[in-house]
């Protein structure tokens, strides 16, 4: 059984700093993506960054420069540091993982939250202005 899930959300203040953490279980099979999104209230889930097997990254344009996505593959580990966050930062963060039954293009996984097979529960994200 799959399982991911999501640490080290809270409240700071704008221009803080934060990083979560996502441990996975379950993977008999190293995913081909693994990703982060967020929703804020009222909102659709969006696409934050997501990490290629190969190393290759892509983000979100207002995270750019301010988001980084990494993986400990030794401690099944997927974070995403988060600097300078601001207000608008603010939501749920999910971690995300797919299946690798099917392959489409990189901008395809950022921009398409239907393409992820699995998810963890989410973590709260709460700047302050």
């Known amino acids: 059984q799959v399982q991911l899930v999501e640490s080290g959300g809270g409240s700071v203040q704008s221009g803080g700093s934060l990083r979560l953490s996502c441990a996975f279980s379950?993977?008999?099979?190293?995913?081909?993506?693994m990703g982060w999104f967020r929703q804020a209230p009222g909102k659709e889930r969006e696409g934050v960054a997501t990490?290629?097997?190969?190393?290759?990254?892509m983000y979100t344009d207002p995270v750019k420069t301010r988001f980084t996505v990494s993986r400990d593959n030794a401690r099944n580990l997927l974070y995403l540091q988060m600097n300078s966050l601001k207000p608008e930062d603010t939501a749920v963060y999910y971690c995300?993982?797919?299946?690798?039954?099917?392959?489409?293009?990189?901008?395809?996984?950022?921009?398409?939250?239907?393409?992820?097979?699995?998810w963890g529960q989410g973590t709260q994200v709460t700047v302050s202005s």
């Open positions: 995300a993982s797919t299946a690798n039954s099917e392959s489409y293009p990189p901008n395809d996984y950022i921009s398409r939250a239907a393409l992820w097979n699995y």
């Open positions: 379950g993977l008999t099979y190293t995913p081909r993506y």
């Open positions: 990490l290629h097997i190969s190393g290759d990254t």
